[in-house]
C-alpha cells in the first residue's frame, strides 16, 4: 500500500512540475500569439475540443476571432476559421505551414513515416503528392475515370430504388465514394454488388482497412500530444497498432503481388495488339498501383514495397471523406504555427 502511494506522489509530483515548466515558457514567450481560450495546466485546451470538432472549433472562433491560438498538451496549434486567414496561412506561407508533427500512428501503420500523409514537407512528400495529384486528381485523369463514378453514382441509385425499406445515406454515400477511390487506386470495388474480388478478401479489407485502420488512424492518442508520454501507452493504441500492422501489411502486399503478376500478362498481350483502341482501354484501366510498380523497375531504391503500400493505405484512408472525428482529421482549419529551423527539425 505504501508502495502505491509513493509512485502516485511520485506521479502527481512530476505532472505538477511539468505544467509549472509549461506555463513559464508560455508566460515569457517573446512571440506575439493570437488570442486564446483560458487553458487548463498540462492538458491546454484539450478539454475545450469536444466531439464533433468542427462544432467545438466554431464555438471557439466566433468568441476569439477568425485566428485562435491553441495549446493541445505541449502542442501549439492555431484555429484559422476565415478565407483571408486561411490565405494567408496556406497560399502566401505555405512552406512555413506545410509541416506536422511526427504522430505515433506513422511507425507502424505509416510505414516509419514515409507515406504522404506522415512524412515531413520535404521533397520525398513533394514527390508523392505530386504523383497522387497527376495519376488520380489531374483534370485529364478525371475526365478520363469519369465513367467509374457515374457506375458507382447509378449503381448507389439502383440500390435505393430496389430497397423496401429505410436507408442510411451516410453509410451509403460512404461506399460510393470508397468504391470509385479504390477503382482508381487498385482497380477494384469492396462494397454493393458485382464485386470485383473474393468475397472473402472483401471482408478481410473492410475489417483490417476500414474498421480497424481507420479507427487507429483517426484515434485520439495522448501521446501525440504528450510526446515526453510516449513510453507511457495509456489506452492500448500502440498495442493494437503494432497488432494490426502484419494485418495490413500481408493484404497489401497480396494485392502488390496480383497487380504485378497482371502488369506482366498485360505488358505481353501488348507486344501483340497495338491498336489505338487497345491503348485507350489500358490507359482507363491504369491505377496508382500500376503507374508506382512501373516506376518501381526503373528506381526500385526510391519505389520500395513499403512506400507503395504506404502509399496505397494512404489514398484509401484519407480521400474518402472519413469523419476523423479528432484533432488531426481537421486539417481545414487547424494548422501548426511555423518553428525555428532547429525547432521544425524535432523528431518528437
Request: hydrophobic share 35%; net charge neutral; aromatic share 8%.
Amino acid at each position: 500500500m505504501d508502495t502505491l502511494h509513493y509512485t502516485s506522489f511520485f506521479f502527481i509530483t512530476i505532472l505538477l512540475l511539468l505544467s509549472r515548466l509549461l506555463l513559464r515558457h508560455r508566460r515569457f514567450n517573446p512571440k506575439t500569439l493570437p488570442p486564446s481560450p483560458p487553458s487548463l495546466p498540462f492538458i491546454g485546451h484539450l478539454h475545450l475540443l469536444k466531439t464533433p470538432r468542427n462544432f467545438s472549433i466554431n464555438s471557439i472562433s466566433k468568441l476569439y476571432g477568425p485566428v485562435v491560438s491553441l495549446y493541445l498538451g505541449s502542442r501549439h496549434a492555431l484555429i484559422l476559421s476565415s478565407l483571408a486567414a486561411a490565405a494567408e496561412a496556406l497560399i502566401k506561407n505555405d512552406t512555413l505551414f506545410s509541416n506536422h508533427p511526427n504522430f505515433k500512428v506513422g511507425q507502424p501503420l505509416g510505414y516509419n513515416n514515409t507515406t504522404m500523409f506522415f512524412t515531413p514537407f520535404g521533397p520525398h512528400w513533394r514527390n508523392l503528392r505530386r504523383l497522387t495529384a497527376v495519376e488520380l486528381f489531374s483534370t485529364r485523369r478525371l475526365n478520363l475515370l469519369s465513367d467509374i463514378r457515374s457506375n458507382e453514382f447509378l449503381s448507389l441509385v439502383r440500390r435505393m430504388i430496389d430497397s423496401s425499406g429505410e436507408i442510411e445515406l451516410k453509410a451509403r454515400l460512404f461506399e460510393m465514394t470508397y468504391n470509385s477511390m479504390s477503382k482508381m487506386v487498385v482497380g477494384k470495388r469492396f462494397y454493393g454488388e458485382n464485386l470485383e474480388v473474393d468475397i472473402e478478401v472483401a471482408n478481410r479489407f473492410r475489417e483490417v482497412i476500414i474498421q480497424e485502420g481507420l479507427a487507429l488512424v483517426f484515434s485520439f492518442n495522448p501521446r501525440d500530444f504528450f510526446p515526453f508520454l510516449g513510453w507511457l501507452d495509456l489506452l492500448g493504441l500502440g498495442r493494437r497498432m503494432e497488432r494490426l500492422r502484419p494485418k495490413v501489411d500481408k493484404f497489401l502486399s497480396d494485392d502488390k503481388q496480383r497487380r504485378q503478376r497482371r502488369n506482366d500478362q498485360a505488358a505481353a498481350a501488348d507486344d501483340d495488339d497495338g491498336r489505338e483502341a487497345a491503348k485507350e482501354e489500358k490507359e482507363k484501366k491504369r491505377t496508382l498501383v500500376n503507374v508506382m510498380l512501373s516506376m518501381q523497375e526503373t528506381d526500385p531504391e526510391t519505389y520500395t514495397d513499403d512506400l507503395i503500400k504506404g502509399q496505397i493505405l494512404t489514398v484509401l484512408t484519407g480521400g474518402t471523406g472519413v469523419d476523423g472525428g479528432d484533432c488531426k482529421g481537421d486539417d481545414a482549419v487547424n494548422a501548426e504555427p511555423p518553428r525555428d529551423n532547429e525547432e521544425g527539425e524535432d523528431g518528437d
